[in-house]
């Protein structure tokens, strides 16, 4: 029916499908990412066009054909705007994506603040797209540490909350002030760093200002991080107004420094494969918590593969160099839990 632009975080602009609303796998899709717009060429889709949609993996509606045969001649070429629809910046192309570089972008900032009360971030309650538009809308929160301003009074009276969530949100916010370090570096949506880089990150600065004041080649030194993470890295904390946001928050009391573990694992590097009882992140937080890695991938460094049920390719890659390989149970009696 039409295409829709939106800008993220980092500032990619992502093409966005609005679709007549059909049934798939469960629930009913009227929106499908487009990518950008080297996918748009390559599917050749236009506005106006019937296509073929599906769940990747079970959950992300996706384009995958379109229906050449159903064309009437009156499908509209989609077309990237020049300027930021959030912002208006102009827009720059690099790679494949086109950025919007603005990094005060009502979007970008709106977008970072989801992703910092993410569920596997600070996992903040009340903090939903909707919640953000709504607070930022209001000029309630407009940054990260505006998160830590909020108080008594403040949410309340905003259409959609009352006093009970109010309570809950506030409880959430103080609650965050003890996650692990690592999600609070995931939290920070450093570009290019997942749980797994942010949990490298953790173990080998053990507080944030040692990864503050970490140079390139310290970081280019832990084993599955390459240039482009290294870089990232660099150059966000190079920048003031993260550091100031960084001493605000140091200050309000949100944990920025590894806990030291019981010690069970400490020394050793895991790595998880298959499907366990429990998601895998159980067991990441449990290897993390007892003093334990995640590694990245399957190397001479890695102690322990946990397998579980359907392994991948890792499975026979850890065989192959020698690394032990043992099973759910295996793990839990190394704990003792």
Known sequence: LDVIFQVGRTGIVTPVAILEPVHISGSTVSKASLHNEDEIKRLGVKVGDYVFVEKSGEIIPKVIKVILE????????????????????????????????????????????????????????????????????????????????????????????????????????????????????????????????????????????????????????????????????????????????????KINGVNMEQQKAQGKLNGLTFLITGTLSKPRKYFEDLIIKNGGTIASSVSKKLNYLIVGENPGSKLEKAKSLGIMVIDEDAFIKMIGE
């Open 70 to 249: 159903r064309r009437i001649g009156v499908e509209r070429s989609i077309v990237f705007p020049e300027f930021c629809p959030s912002c208006n910046n102009r827009l720059l192309k690099i790679d494949a994506y086109w950025k919007c570089l603005n990094e005060n972008c009502p979007d970008r900032i709106k977008g970072a603040i989801v992703h910092y009360a993410s569920r596997d971030a600070m996992d903040i309650k009340g903090f939903g797209e909707k919640s953000v538009e709504k607070f930022y809308e209001t000029g309630l929160v407009r940054s990260i540490s505006d998160i830590y301003r909020l108080k008594k009074g403040d949410i309340h009276w905003m259409e959609g909350f009352g006093e009970l969530s109010e309570d809950n949100i506030l409880r959430s916010i103080e609650e965050s002030k003890n996650r692990e370090f690592y999600r609070f570096i995931y939290a920070l949506g450093i570009e290019n760093i997942g749980i797994k880089t942010a949990q490298l990150l953790a173990s080998k600065f053990s507080n944030i200002d040692n990864l503050m004041n970490a140079r390139y080649d310290d970081i280019m030194d832990i084993h599955g991080i390459g240039d482009e993470i290294a870089r990232s890295i660099v150059d966000y904390f190079s920048k003031d107004e993260v550091r100031k946001m960084i001493d605000f928050l």
